[in-house]
Nanobody
Framework: QVQLVESGGGLVQAGGSLRLSCAASNSIASINVMGWYRQAPGKQRELVATASSGGSTIYADSVKGRFTISRDNAKDTVYLQMNSLKSEDTAVYYC?????????WGQGTQVTVSS
């Protein structure tokens, strides 16, 4: 079973930056997609950004130009650099790993942006 360990959440003022990390371990497929989703109180979980092992990326329109996803395939780690944070970015951010066979969620890390 793939294990995902997230880090980097916290409290930041509007306009500030945070960097999230998610390290995957155990039975990592050579072809996979890792990414970030978020869930704000009272709202559905939504995609933030994903990055494939081949290098392709997808971003939600709401974060384009502010967030950057990257990954280190040698470390099976995905990063999310979040700049120009807004109060509406406040949510629990979840790491997700998807291969051809399995999909796993991380436990989530809280990001709170104060205005």
């Amino acid at each position: 079973q793939v294990q995902l360990v997230e880090s980097g959440g916290g409290l930041v003022q509007a306009g500030g930056s945070l960097r999230l990390s998610c390290a995957a371990s155990n039975s990592i497929a050579s072809i996979n997609v890792m990414g970030w989703y978020r869930q704000a109180p009272g709202k559905q979980r939504e995609l933030v950004a994903t990055a494939s092992s081949g290098g392709s990326t997808i971003y939600a329109d709401s974060v384009k130009g502010r967030f950057t996803i990257s990954r280190d395939n040698a470390k099976d780690t995905v990063y999310l650099q979040m700049n120009s944070l807004k109060s509406e970015d406040t949510a629990v951010y979840y790491c997700r790993y998807t291969s051809a066979v399995y999909a796993y969620w991380g436990q989530g890390t809280q990001v709170t942006v104060s205005s």
